[in-house]
């Protein structure tokens, strides 16, 4: 039987609400850099805020909170960078609105739980809300590492130690080969012997699904399996947020896995419209800044959902010679309009 | 053996490898064994973020940067050692002096990708080493993984160093793991 999803659609017929997202002459928006075990977000946590600053934003936190204040938009609980740029947008009288991003960057994963705390809180302060960084095989946003694995001898003894989901495969599927066992084959397999000791971090992961839309690939077991194990894990469905219009870009690969469970099982948080945006395939780390900026340009630029798919596409180049990067890369799934 | 092409062939080639990275051809590129191609590679490899063609980057990396080659590039400008260090791993053991060599480079981010390769090891003598070393690096960061390493591979020898450690440290998060470390040698003894 197939997981239930919702793909989402490539050919939306409407707009973001911007007489919502705008009112008081302000957008409130949040983007947040996600983590990566090879330090790939280090160069997008830059070239984010050097792309902001090129835009006109500047980095003034008492400006920032002071113009949030003044709409009576709720301040940030946490601490996190924030810029404002005045005048970036016009309302639908051409009058001038401000915009304040609150910048959320994972940076070497050792806060991780703090960045995704303020995450979440972001998801129910701003208007729009963007993340940048891995879909963890589609159980949501991470800020920090996920595991160790600690590979032990007969003796016990340690003989190898792992971070990272594609070497522990690449080890695991050498190791099984002889014995014609795939990596997740051995991995179950040394799991039961207790030869494949993992410890779960968690702290960072903010989790939206837990069907494994991946099942073909190792690295989704070995994520599901731990975060499935946790009982303190941060859940999506859990969270409580109040009855307004939002916007939430996930910009991970394959973010419409996230669709489903987060229209689904969060009531509250549809109760007062939510348009999401996600990809439909696999992205790269080197197009993630350019992606954020483009969503900021689209929502100032009152880009109907149409030309905002465009936008991002253009940053987000396909490559028809390859499967998992063919065709557009985002897609909408959009709120009923009233 | 590496083939041969000629230098115009080869930077067209890769100029488009760089444009539109393909697995297959990170791994022809490698088995040239130009290494000019190491910085297009790492790029690759780094960029990519899920699905299959991650593990064929890395292979087409490990197959053209021998140690003799990373060596070399530790020792060269800013660019060199930043494209080298990503491509350092604890899990051969050929590589830890490298590793080393980096935990104490004059770039911030040299020593940065140093510190994530010490996170995923092989046992080795000389990884064992490097952990004693490191205990005293001056970056928390890196005390903490010595610590953590030390106390999954170490030994009772190791306890004495542990506990010196333990004593100077002034990183809640580092004299947490040198602690657990010590303990975890006591009690395996």
Known sequence: MPLPRLNGTLTPASAPRHDQLFAGQVVSMAIAVGFDENGANRPVDASLEEGLLARGFVDDPDAALARLAAAGRPAPQRPATHLLARGIARDATGGPVDAVVTLLRAGDGSGGGDVASAFLEALGRCDVVAYGGHGRYGTGPDFDYNFTADLLDEAGNVTSSFSEYRDLEEALARRGKPHGRSALAEYRLLTKQRRLVIRRVNSGNLVINLRNYH???????????????????????KQRFDKRYRVWMFNGCRTHDYFYNLRKLNPQVNAGGLDLLGT?????????????????????????????????????????????????????ELARRP | MPKHLDDATFLARLAAFSQKPRPAEALALAG???????????????DTMEGSDVVRYREAVRALASTPLLQRWLA???????????????????????????????????????????????ASPALHDLFREALANSDPRVRLLAAEGLGKLGGPADVAALNDALAAETDDAARDRIAWAVEKLETDD
């Open chain 1, 215 to 237: 099942a073909g690939e190792f690295g989704s077991h070995l994520m599901v399996d731990q975060l499935q194990a946790d009982p303190n894990v941060r859940r999506m469905s």
């Open chain 1, 280 to 332: 439909r395939r696999v992205i790269y780390w080197g197009q993630i800044a350019d992606s954020l900026l483009a969503l900021v340009d689209g929502i100032c630029a009152r880009d109907d959902y149409k030309h905002l798919l465009a936008r991002l596409s253009a940053v987000n180049a396909s490559d028809e010679t390859d499967a998992e990067t063919t065709g557009p890369s985002h897609v909408v």
């Open chain 2, 76 to 122: 060269g400008d800013l660019d060199a050692r930043r494209v080298a260090a990503k491509a350092l791993t604890a899990h051969d053991a050929s590589h830890v002096p490298l590793i080393a060599r980096a935990l104490r480079d004059e770039d911030d981010m040299v020593r940065a990708i140093a510190r994530r390769s010490l996170r995923a090891w092989s």
């Open chain 2, 32 to 46: 040239l064994g130009d290494e000019r191609a190491l910085p297009a590679l790492v790029a690759a490899m780094t």
